[in-house]
């Protein structure tokens, strides 16, 4: 039903800024809450940043302040902006689409794309 394309990742200095995209397919975009997660090797997956399709955001505790998360319905895409960014923001981070299926939450997930920040 989703499908979700992410780009932007790269290689940065610490301190510096990337922001990461996510174009998603679907003419009910709207609808769909929208989030970053990130993963590390030999870590948990972990919430980055998320937004309802109210608008509403919610960000993990380690990049409050840092990471904002925005979208645009009329381009069915949902942006990272990354700024002051620290070695341990290296991960692979990854988009994610949060659709309703019989009253459940249905998660939907892109390719990953590599963050990593390092001098």
């Known amino acids: 039903q989703v499908q979700l394309v992410e780009s932007g990742g790269g290689l940065v200095q610490p301190g510096g800024s990337l922001r990461l995209s996510c174009a998603a397919s679907?003419?009910?975009?709207?609808?769909?809450?929208m989030g970053w997660y990130r993963q590390a090797p030999g870590k948990q997956r972990e919430l980055v940043a998320a937004?309802?399709?109210?608008?509403?955001?919610n960000y993990g505790d380690s990049v409050k302040g840092r990471f904002t998360i925005s979208r645009d319905n009329a381009e069915n895409t949902v942006y990272l902006q990354m700024n002051s960014l620290k070695p341990e923001d290296t991960a692979v981070y990854f988009c994610n689409a949060r659709t309703v299926a019989g009253g459940t939450y249905v998660d939907h997930w892109g390719q990953g794309t590599q963050v990593t920040v390092s001098s």
């Open positions: 679907g003419s009910i975009f709207s609808r769909y809450g």
């Open positions: 937004i309802t399709s109210a608008g509403s955001t």
